[in-house]
């Protein structure tokens, strides 16, 4: 009677019948040549891939994800691959913003608020940031880009704060270059952590701590962004900006931004998107059209590289509920308690859209879940309203 062998002797001789038996002895049936095939086969896999505990994501059947180096830990993956092949100029840009957010942001003693103006000369509001500025010394800079004629200044906080200037012309670029320009001059200061680009026009509308505070304990930048389908929006929009600015991406929003000092650095070091923007996004291109560089290189940009690092609205306020080219400006006898402290305490921003309907998105003024108050700044408000802005601003219980 025929001995059973044991499995390993079965295979054994199997294996050695299979591989060097003339062909003349293989008599026995086709299913054990086929047994002794998936049994090897089995075997193989084994060797290469060992048992894993149950709870490993790692199989046989599942090798994606399989650790190699015994930790049992499993590779990183790498960053999913981009629907769209990114150009070598777009992959180099990307590394840049991506190890610069990596790294901030770098916490200094004494945090400083740097505050940018941007203005063709003198500053008529001197006064009023005076007061707004006095007794918070080391906590703010100032820097100034007059861009028409040297600055008269009256205060001791704006003296000796001029940087170079170049000339500025609405619409077009070389307002963004400012801007720049203004950023770069601001860096400088390791101190300054985060940066406000105000106007001519501009007005504080709460106290230096409350700024302070409001700017200084978020992680975010106050960038205007949001989609406007109208003609002055996605209607701004033209097709020599792809590959890189997509339509899907392009972003409409107020000039005036305060930014994180990360953000202050990434905007230098973009050179890519500007040069976009700067070649595709002027007054007078092409078909009669219009774009505006200051309303939507930063808006689609930070969109693009950084989109839960802005807050979507500006904390300067501005009404263009007139819905005309310009927006409503302050004169002397528009000014009253209850106007300014209507504008410190709006939590709510409107988008005013210019698609047919005429749609107003109104966003809640939120971070983390809290509702907050929108506003810092405010804008356009005539000379002629300081005195009377002076008088209702020191009245600190209410600002
Ligand atoms: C939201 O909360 C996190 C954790 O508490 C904090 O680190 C972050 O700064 C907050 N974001 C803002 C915008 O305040
Ligand atoms: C700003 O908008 C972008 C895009 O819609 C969004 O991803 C981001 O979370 C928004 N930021 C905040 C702070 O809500
Ligand atoms: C100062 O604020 C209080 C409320 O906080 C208000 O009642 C008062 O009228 C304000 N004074 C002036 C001069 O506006």
């Known amino acids: 009677m025929k001995k059973e ?8 001789n199997h294996l050695i019948m299979v591989g060097s038996r003339p062909r003349s002895h293989l008599k026995r049936p086709n299913w054990i040549i086929v047994l002794v095939f998936i049994v090897f086969f ?43 092949q990114l150009t070598d100029a777009e992959v180099e840009s990307r590394v840049v913003i991506n190890e610069i957010l990596k790294y901030y942001p770098v916490q200094t003693k004494v945090p400083k608020v740097a505050f940018l103006f941007l203005t063709p000369g003198s500053i008529p509001f ?7 500025f006095q007794g918070h010394e080391g906590k703010f800079t100032v820097y100034v880009h007059a861009s028409k004629e040297k600055p008269v200044h009256v205060s001791s906080y704006f003296v000796g704060r001029d940087i170079h200037s170049e000339p500025v012309t609405w619409g077009k670029v070389s307002m963004v270059e400012a801007e720049r320009r203004l950023l770069a001059n601001a860096l400088l200061d390791p101190d300054n ?28 930048s106050f960038i205007d962004s949001y989609v406007d389908l109208g003609p002055h929006g996605n209607g701004r929009y033209v ?15 107020s000039q005036w ?18 040069t976009k923007f700067k070649h595709h996004c002027r007054p007078n291109m092409e078909g009669n059209r219009n774009c505006y560089s200051d309303e939507h290189y930063l808006p689609t940009f930070f969109n693009m590289v950084d989109p839960g690092g802005i807050a979507n609205w500006s904390v300067t306020y501005v009404d263009w509920s007139e819905r005309k080219w310009h927006p409503r400006s302050f004169r002397a006898h528009d000014i009253t308690y209850q106007l300014m402290k209507k504008i410190a305490y709006i939590d709510e921003s409107p988008h005013y859209t210019s698609d047919a309907k005429k749609t107003v998105v109104i966003t809640p003024c939120e971070l983390n879940g809290s509702k907050r108050s929108c506003y810092l700044f405010a804008r356009k408000f005539y000379p002629e309203t300081q005195d009377k802005l002076i008088k209702l601003l020191s009245n600190s219980t209410t600002f």
């Not at 001197?126 to 707004?132: D, N, R, S, V």
């Not at 097709?239 to 392009?250: G, I, Q």
């Open 193 to 220: 952590q985060h940066f406000v680009l105000l106007s001519d026009s501009c007005i504080p509308v709460r106290r230096f701590d409350f700024v302070y505070n409001y700017l200084l304990l978020t992680s975010v």
């Open 239 to 253: 097709e020599r900006m792809l590959p890189e600015v997509e339509k899907k991406d392009f972003r409409k929003g």
């Open 126 to 132: 001197e006064k009023l940031w005076h007061m707004f």
């Open 5 to 12: 062998l044991a499995w390993p002797q079965f295979i054994k």
């Open 257 to 274: 931004f305060s930014m994180k000092r990360q953000h202050a650095i990434i905007t230098m070091a973009d050179s890519l998107y500007f």
């Open 42 to 84: 089995f075997l193989v896999a084994a060797y290469i891939y060992p048992l894993r505990s149950p709870s490993s994501t790692c199989s046989f059947f599942n090798s994606q994800g399989c650790s190699f180096d015994g930790s049992g830990s499993t590779y990183s993956q790498p960053p999913p691959v981009q629907a769209r």
